[in-house]
C-alpha cells in the first residue's frame, strides 16, 4: 500500500494495537495525531475499504452559568422550603426569601416551584410550608448533581426518569445540550492483510523546499504522491453581477456610437423633473401614489429667473411657443417639491439648459424611482437607459435609427416601432422587441422630438431627440427572465450558473 499517507499508516496501526475497533477519540490518543486528522484518514481508508466507519449522534448535556450556581446553593425552591422548617413552617414571603438569602428576583421562581412540587404555598401575604420534613431530592436535583460532578451527561445514556429531568432543566435554562456524534472504525479483511503484512512509517514530505536542498535531506524523505486528474472542490469564482454586466455594455455601446455620458442626483426639484418638461401641475403621475417626495427637506431650489419664468408662462398660455399652454395659475410652490427622481430626463433637460449648441449626443444610464407595487414586471426603484441628440437637421428617423444600432448590437433582431403619446415629446413613438421566451412584444422605450413648449424656455432652436426605458426589461430578454424581480433577489444558484454577458 504505498499509496499510503503517513497519517493512514498511523491510524491502521494505531486501530491494530486496540484489537481493529476503536473510537476516533482513542485512536488519536494511540497514535498522538488530532481528532481530525484521524477522521481525515479514516475517509480515505474507508474508501479503500480498509476499514469501515459508523457514527452515531447523541446529545451531551451540561450546566450553564446559572445552573453551576444553583449546583453548589440548591434549587430557589429547595432554599425556600429550608428557610421555612427554620422559621416553623409559616412566614412573611419577605421574611422568608431573607432567611433564604433569594434575590428578589428568585422569589416568584421559588415560590411558583414549590407550589408545582407540593412543598407549600401562598395564603395572602404568608408563605406556608405543606410537608412535614424536608423532600427527598427530586430527579431534577439528582441530575444537577451528577453533572456537577462529571461536567457533562450523555442524554441517551440516562434513564427514563433522568431523560425527563433534562427537560425540565433545560426549560429553567439550567442545562444546555450539544449535538455531537460518535465515530468509531473497525478494521475490514483487507485492513488486516494490510496491517498483518507491515506499514512502514517513515517521513513524508508534501512540498520540495530551499531548505531540503541545501541540506540535500530531499534524498533521504519520501514525497507523497498526489493524483492530478482527482477531482476537486467546486469553487465559483467571483463575477459582477448579470444587470452590472449589462449596464456596462449599454455604456460602452453607446461611448462607442460618441455619445457622452451624464449623470445627475436622485433628488430633484418636481420643477426639472415634471414641469420643464411641459407635465401639468396636476397630472395624475405629480400624485403620492405615483411619485415618491421628500419629507426632509420639503423643497428645494428653482434655477435662474428667466428659465422659470418661460416654463411658467408656457404652461399659462403656452407663450411664444404657438401652443395655448395648459390654462391654470403655475404654481412656484409646486415646483420647489423634492422628490426621487421618476426618469433621468429629468437631467438630460437640466443639461440642455445649460448646453445649446449642437450637436449633442449625451446619454445615462442610472437609477430612477416610482411609487409602484412590486410584481413580476414592475419594481418600485430601477434603472433607466436615457439619451437626447441635438442636430440642425436631425429628424425622427434618425432616433429610430439610432435607436435600432443601440438594441441590434444587444443582440436583439426583432425591434419594431409604435406610435406613442408623451407629454414632452411630439411625434412620440416607443420601440418594443419580441422577447423569444415570453413569445410576446415588450416596450423596450420611450421615444421622440421634443416640443416646442419644452424647447423654448431652455432657449433652444434646434431639434432635440429624446428617448428614455427601463435597463431591466432589456436585462429579461437579455437573460432569458420572465420575472424582473430575479434580477434583485439575490439568488446564489441563479448567479453562479448565468455565464458573463458577451
Not at 419577605?94 to 434575590?103: D, I, Q, S, T, V
Not at 433534562?166 to 478494521?187: M, P, T, W
Not at 412590486?374 to 436615457?386: C, N, P
Amino acid at each position: 500500500m504505498a499509496s499510503l499517507r503517513i497519517n493512514e499508516r498511523k491510524t491502521l496501526l494505531a486501530l491494530r494495537e486496540l484489537g481493529g475497533k476503536a473510537s476516533v477519540e482513542k485512536i488519536a490518543e494511540k497514535s498522538g495525531l488530532a481528532d481530525a486528522a484521524v477522521m481525515r484518514a479514516a475517509l480515505t481508508l474507508s474508501a479503500e475499504n480498509l476499514v469501515s466507519l459508523s457514527s452515531q449522534k447523541y446529545a451531551l448535556a451540561s450546566l450553564t452559568r446559572e445552573g453551576e450556581n444553583y449546583a453548589k446553593l440548591g434549587l430557589p425552591e429547595r432554599r425556600l422550603i429550608r428557610s421555612l422548617m427554620k422559621l416553623g413552617g409559616e412566614a412573611e414571603v419577605a421574611e422568608a426569601a431573607c432567611e433564604a438569602k433569594l434575590e428578589a428576583g428568585l422569589v416568584p421562581i421559588a415560590l411558583g416551584w414549590a407550589k408545582k412540587k407540593g412543598w407549600g404555598e401562598i395564603r395572602g401575604q404568608k408563605c406556608l410550608l405543606m410537608v412535614k420534613s424536608e423532600p427527598a431530592l427530586g430527579s431534577d436535583e439528582k441530575l444537577l448533581n451528577l453533572i456537577a460532578e462529571r461536567g457533562s451527561v450523555v442524554v441517551e445514556q440516562l434513564s427514563q426518569e433522568f431523560r425527563e429531568a433534562v427537560d425540565v432543566l433545560k426549560k429553567r435554562k439550567l442545562v444546555e445540550l450539544e449535538d455531537k456524534a460518535y465515530h468509531e472504525l473497525e478494521l475490514t479483511v483487507k485492513g488486516w492483510e494490510t496491517v498483518k503484512k507491515g506499514l512502514e512509517i517513515f517521513e513524508e514530505v508534501t512540498q520540495l523546499t530551499p531548505e531540503l536542498i541545501i541540506t540535500k535531506r530531499w534524498r533521504n524523505v519520501k514525497f507523497s504522491k498526489f493524483d492530478v486528474t482527482a477531482p476537486g472542490p467546486s469553487a465559483p469564482v467571483g463575477k459582477a453581477h448579470p444587470l452590472q454586466q449589462i449596464i456596462k455594455r449599454a455604456r460602452e455601446i453607446f461611448l462607442e456610437m460618441g455619445f457622452t455620458e451624464i449623470r445627475g442626483p436622485m433628488v430633484e426639484t418636481a420643477f426639472w423633473n415634471f414641469d420643464a418638461l411641459f407635465q401639468p401641475q396636476d397630472h395624475p403621475a405629480r400624485e403620492m401614489m405615483d411619485t415618491f417626495y421628500l419629507a426632509n427637506p420639503r423643497i428645494g431650489r428653482l434655477p435662474k429667473e428667466e428659465i422659470v419664468d418661460g416654463v411658467a408662462k408656457t404652461h399659462e398660455n403656452g407663450w411664444v411657443t404657438g401652443s395655448k399652454g395648459w390654462g391654470y395659475k403655475w404654481s412656484h410652490e409646486e415646483a420647489k417639491k423634492l422628490v426621487l427622481r421618476t426618469h433621468t430626463t429629468a437631467e438630460t433637460i437640466k443639461y440642455l439648459a445649460m448646453h445649446k449648441k449642437p450637436p449633442i449626443k449625451v446619454f445615462s444610464v442610472d437609477r430612477v424611482y416610482r411609487n409602484e407595487q412590486v410584481t413580476y414586471k414592475h419594481l418600485a426603484e430601477f434603472h433607466q437607459i436615457e439619451g437626447i441628440v441635438v442636430d440642425k437637421k436631425a429628424t425622427l428617423r434618425d432616433l429610430m435609427g439610432t435607436l435600432k444600432t443601440f438594441y441590434t448590437k444587444f443582440g436583439i433582431e426583432k425591434i419594431e416601432f409604435w406610435p406613442s403619446y408623451f407629454p414632452y415629446t411630439e411625434p412620440s413613438a416607443q420601440a418594443v422587441a419580441y422577447h423569444p421566451k415570453l413569445k410576446r412584444w415588450m416596450e423596450l422605450c420611450g421615444m421622440g422630438m421634443f416640443r416646442p413648449e419644452v424647447l423654448a424656455p431652455m432657449g433652444i432652436k434646434y431639434p432635440v431627440l429624446a428617448w428614455g426605458g427601463g435597463l431591466e426589461r432589456l436585462a429579461m430578454i437579455e437573460l432569458g427572465l420572465d420575472d424582473i424581480r430575479m434580477l434583485y433577489g439575490n439568488i446564489l444558484g441563479w448567479l453562479r450558473r448565468t455565464p458573463l454577458c458577451q
